[in-house]
């Protein structure tokens, strides 16, 4: 087991892209770190960069207080598991998952006991003598997680660990995957485009653009108080509201409404400045009654999001959304209020949480 530090840890590929900019990042020994990002931000480059698999171009990374910038991906002792799980398919799931230990030439008796033991432990038990052909996705991917296991690494690193499988069993794989990274106490990092994965699986994640590190926290901080307005954007399944607006005395003018000061901004704003208004939908009290402090408009979309609907209203020409529970939705054309919840609303100056 082992912390992974990275310290200003480049990437440039030949061609120039810029993969990854002098980005710094430590994950505590036993953490497991979801890194979080729209395509092309280089989560991917970042791990490969951490087995070994590209050369960093600048900085330097360290396993367990060891630099392994120059060391190759064999001698690092970390296990990854790569997206379509890199399985053999002539060979059957004992010999899937026992093929690290042959490579460090570990007698064949003690090869199979092993897998057994790792192949019962993930459900494999039955499935030993099959091959990769014959599984259900998440049957494979179990298959690639023992593979990891048996190799007894320092750390783990998995690569969108759950893509191939399908909605039911990707939820499956989700508790069982932080379940089993729990009792194995091994750092982890995984990377995933899945924003619900990474904010349900990870103790900490790290959010990035374009090879730049945005945020690092615990999911509730990264969704409770996103650092930024591409954070504040990008995370959340239904995008927050970020409403231009300006400082007006002691209350916010933001799209024409008079709208409170919210309570983490309070007595950091100067009159008159412009900033940035951010609030989920999930935050705002809506009512068809005007209410003081509400944003007020005209219902334009009504979506159904299952036990609530998300309400679109135009407000002086300003799209603003709220969560209405289910029961009290209102019709399109109607008049509507969304109250914005002071201690949950947010104020960003030049793109960065006040
Ligand atoms: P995705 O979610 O789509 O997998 P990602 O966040 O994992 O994306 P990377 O695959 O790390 O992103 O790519 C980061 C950037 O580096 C992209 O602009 C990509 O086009 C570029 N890139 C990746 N691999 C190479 C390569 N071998 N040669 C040149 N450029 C590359």
Redesign the pocket.
Known sequence: MAAIELRGLTKV???G?K?LDALDLAVPDGEFFALL??????????L?TIAGLETATGGSVVIGGRDVTGVQPGGRDIAMVFQDYALFPHMDVTDNIAYPLRIKKVAKGARRDKALEVGTRLGLDQLMDRRPGQLSGGQQQRVALARVMATQAQAFLFD?PLSNLDARLRLEARTFLKKLQRELGVTTVF?T?DQAEALAMADRMAV?EA?HIRQIGTPAEVFQRPANTFVAGFIGSTPMNLLDGAVRGDTLDVAGCKVAVPASAEGRLSDGERIVYGVRPEYMAYSAEPAEGALGGKVVIMENLGASHLVTLDVNDVSVQAVVPEGSEPGIGDEGFALPRRDRALVYRDGELV
């Open positions: 590929y030949p061609g892209v993969a990002g729209p395509s092309g931000c280089g989560k991917t480059t970042l490969r969108e990377v485009h990035m090879g």
